[in-house]
């Protein structure tokens, strides 16, 4: 069991940056590959990013790559999504997830993820 907790959300201009933070307790940080997905009003969830348990590996949805960098700090236990760029289609609450089975890489579907965040909800003004 983990859980899961995403911070850093906010309001910026477009154009602008954030950081998104997701901070994980209970189970080894490092047994978990790891994602970020969205969901904005109206709309599915969808992935955004993903990365592997030890962070040399990751993958971007085309809407996001070249703007957006996963990374992740095994010994502080936690996942950021640095976002650059920020457009108002960027607009979402945004989760963490984690995918604690042993053979799983870099996992960009949301229903292999067993654990998720309550969510943080990122505004970007036009």
């Known amino acids: 069991q983990v859980q899961l907790v995403e911070s850093g959300g906010g309001l910026v201009q477009a154009g602008g940056s954030l950081r998104l933070a997701c901070e994980a307790s209970g189970r080894t940080f490092s047994s978990y590959a790891m994602g970020w997905f969205r969901q904005a009003p109206g709309k599915e969830r969808e992935f955004v990013a993903a990365?592997?348990?030890?962070?040399?590996?990751?993958r971007y949805a085309v809407a996001v790559k070249g703007r957006f960098t996963i990374s992740r700090d095994n010994p502080k236990n936690t996942m950021y999504l640095q976002m650059n760029s920020l457009e108002p289609d960027d607009a979402a609450v945004y989760y963490c997830a984690a995918d604690p089975r042993p053979l799983s890489f870099v996992v960009v579907t949301s229903f292999e993820y067993d654990f998720w965040g309550q969510g943080t909800r990122v505004t970007v003004s036009s």
């Open positions: 990365i592997s348990r030890s962070g040399e590996a990751t």
